[in-house]
């Protein structure tokens, strides 16, 4: 099911009731989900369900035995008592994951506010990068998608100020990294970096500080100071590696 992309482009201003309402009169925004919808129209509740749903508590992938051929089981970790996590590498070359993982990047992009990159999976280029995907009860509630950029740059932590001549030697880029609401502040998306920076290449662990990032948005910029930050040792700012998508 594919999201409208014109619902996207609203966005929303408080009440003095607390609620959101978008700036056309007719539509109204989910506080939680961030979705612009027509709450009196049926069709827009029944979107707006199934989006909060997946956005909230992540996109369903199906029954145990379909979730076993979704990829390489990398880690296997608890969540909450008694609850299993799994980390997978998804085998993007399958027309089934793929499908899967463009309706778990539609809902990721709206709530980030970021550019549609589904096309990747569709195109006549070959896709270079990896998909490392965090799977909960036949739910995915986790994915980061990787590339290889051909140049990085360090940013000021906080602004999109590249420093001027220097230029860290990055091995692979971070394009996605996004954990639905309900399973934030878990470790996730750690957990997910991790995976990038020990699967990516055969038998090579990578650094915090050769894994790049793609316009991290605001979650994304708290995680990359958090995993790749380094303190500048005259200013005390923290500088994040980044990269241009052009780059890649």
């Excluded at 915090?208 to 958090?226: N, T």
Aim: proline share 3%.
């Amino acid at each position: 099911m594919k999201f409208s992309r014109k619902m996207s482009i609203f966005y929303a201003n408080k009440t003095p009731r607390g609620k959101a309402y978008c700036k056309r009169s007719m539509l109204i925004k989910c506080a939680q989900c961030g979705l612009c919808y027509i709450d009196s129209n049926a069709i827009g509740q029944k979107l707006h369900a199934r989006y909060h749903r997946n956005a909230i508590n992540g996109i369903r992938v199906g029954s145990q035995r379909e979730l076993e051929s979704f990829g390489k089981v990398i880690e296997k970790f608890t969540i909450k008592v008694g609850k299993m996590g799994s980390i997978i590498e998804a085998n993007i070359n399958s027309r089934k994951v793929q499908k899967v993982l463009d309706e778990v990047l539609q809902a990721a992009n709206m709530v980030l506010n970021s550019q549609d990159n589904t096309k990747r999976w569709h195109g006549k280029t070959k896709f270079k990068g990896k998909v490392f995907v965090c799977i909960y009860r036949a739910r995915i509630i986790g994915i980061c998608i990787t590339e290889t950029p051909q140049i990085g740059y360090w940013m000021i932590q906080g602004s999109n100020i590249l420093v001027p001549n220097k230029n860290p030697k990055l091995a692979i880029g971070i394009d996605r990294i996004f954990v639905v609401k309900t399973f934030r502040r878990h470790g996730i998306a750690t957990r997910l970096l991790n995976a990038v920076a020990n699967h990516s290449f055969y038998k090579l662990k990578l650094r915090p500080y050769q894994i790049g990032w793609s316009q991290p948005s605001h979650f994304g910029e708290f995680v990359a100071r958090k995993y790749s930050g380094v303190v500048h040792p005259r200013s005390g700012k923290v500088l994040i590696p980044v990269y241009k998508q052009e780059d890649v």
